[in-house]
């Protein structure tokens, strides 16, 4: 980990230098919890004959690559008031985490435009390594307790739709639900629901805490309207549930009926629902992709 340390201080020591006339585009994919990224590096001026100076190319080129992404990395939304950087900053996750996804990422090889004027690489990270590591409880907490639950229909996963924007409680305006890692589930009468304190740690070493797809998985024709996809992760008769409302510094929390919530609530299988991630949101394409721009 020391000799991890040290590459990686050696590392941004030369990104002034190397990232000269790049640029960085990309996004990320709420869908498959991934980053993709495309980094282009001008050839001019560097004075490198080719093939010779390809290898010092593509040193350059990984260089501009590591120093783009890091902080678009720590503007990933955890919850609706912290970003990852903010975790980093309170000792709540090691610095190091981010690094591994770095340099973790699979690469497409890079390419050298055929005017030998600029190198190009492709990148894709993944975050389901550094969702993991913000769960730190052992055994998953209790739900809030329902006075005399009513009978309630067993289902096979929970999908909640907040395709429109939404009232934002305590706001007097509306507004699209936005993904994060770890968004909490309030009902109407402001009482929380679930969050992540809530899932069974054992369950998330490779995946997410709720899965986020666009309304296509749910309108599909035929007998369960539901896409292969989605039928994946809450199967094919799940409980759905129209969100009323967003809630948050930003609005990445849905609200749903308290009448909702209670049927979620009174059944261990409906809870467990929960506890094993198969909850998924519909929202809209367009807050499905976050943007990364980033040049130097």
Not at 38 to 46: D, E, K, P, Q, T
Not at 50 to 58: D, L, Q, S, V, Y
Not at 206 to 232: C, W
Not at 261 to 286: D, S
């Amino acid at each position: 980990m020391k000799q991890f340390k040290i590459t990686a201080a050696l590392l941004l020591c030369t990104l002034n230098i190397y990232a000269a006339d790049s640029s960085t585009t990309g996004y990320l994919d709420w869908v498959e919890m991934d980053i993709k990224a495309n980094v282009r590096l001008s050839l001019a001026g560097l004075g490198l004959a080719m093939p010779t100076g390809r290898k010092i190319a593509e040193e350059r080129l990984y260089s501009a690559y590591y120093a783009s992404i890091p902080p678009f990395i720590y503007s990933i939304p955890v919850d609706s008031s912290s970003v990852l950087g903010d975790f980093v900053e309170r000792g709540e996750l090691a610095p190091e985490t981010v690094d591994k996804l770095t340099f973790d990422a699979k690469i497409v090889p890079p390419f050298i435009s055929p005017d030998i004027q600029e190198i190009s690489a492709s990148y894709q990270i993944n975050l389901s390594e550094v969702s993991s590591a913000l769960i730190k409880h052992k055994n998953g907490a209790d739900f809030p307790y329902i006075v005399n639950p009513k009978p309630a229909a067993v289902w096979t996963g929970i999908v909640i739709i907040a395709i429109e924007p939404l009232p934002v409680h305590g706001r007097k305006n509306s507004a699209l639900l936005s993904p994060c890692l770890f968004p909490k589930i309030w009902d109407t009468e402001m009482r929380l629901v679930f969050d992540k304190k809530h899932t069974d740690p054992s369950i998330f070493l490779n995946s997410t805490m709720v899965n986020y797809m666009g309304s296509e998985h749910i309108f599909q024709r035929n007998a369960s309207g539901l896409s292969s996809d989605i039928q994946k992760i809450v199967g094919n008769k799940p409980l759905r549930i129209i969100a009323r409302g967003v809630f948050g510094i930003n609005p990445t929390d849905p609200v749903i009926d308290a009448e909702d919530a209670r049927e979620i609530l009174a059944t261990e299988a409906n809870r467990r629902l929960l506890r094993e991630g198969r909850v998924v949101i519909i929202t809209q394409e367009a807050v499905l992709k976050t943007e990364l721009r980033s040049s130097h």
